[in-house]
């Protein structure tokens, strides 16, 4: 069974920026669709970005679009998402997972890992 790992949150001011990593172990994501997801406090988990196998396409929610860029290392098998202008509206656990759409998160394929804390103050 394959596992996920979040890893590069923290705690940050309004304004500066987070590079989050996600790497998998059992399986590579050269063959997958990937997303990004957060899960903020009283929020259901959303799709905030996806990438296409090919790393060709990307997908973004408009609450992030022009702030986060989601990017892949297939020889690393390690996807990233760079956030920049961090809000505290930003404030979630974040997770990664393969999808069957880069654009769609309904319907994640492996096990949710741990998540990795952002947390954005004013």
């Known amino acids: 069974q394959v596992q996920l790992v979040e890893s590069g949150g923290g705690l940050v001011q309004a304004g500066e920026s987070l590079r989050l990593s996600c790497a998998a172990s059992?399986?590579?994501?050269?063959?997958?669709?990937m997303g990004w997801f957060r899960q903020g406090p009283g929020k259901e988990r959303e799709i905030v970005a996806g990438?296409?196998?090919?790393?060709?396409?990307?997908y973004y929610s408009n609450s992030v679009k022009g702030r986060f860029t989601a990017s892949r290392d297939d020889a690393r098998n390690t996807i990233y998402l760079q956030m920049n202008g961090l809000e505290p509206e930003d404030t979630a656990v974040y997770y990664c997972?393969?999808?069957?759409?880069?654009?769609?998160?309904?319907?994640?394929?492996?096990?949710w890992g741990q998540g990795t804390q952002v947390t954005v103050s004013s």
């Open positions: 997972n393969a999808v069957i759409e880069y654009y769609s998160g309904s319907q994640p394929l492996f096990p």
């Open positions: 059992g399986r590579t994501f050269g063959g997958y669709d």
């Open positions: 990438i296409s196998r090919s790393g060709g396409w990307t």
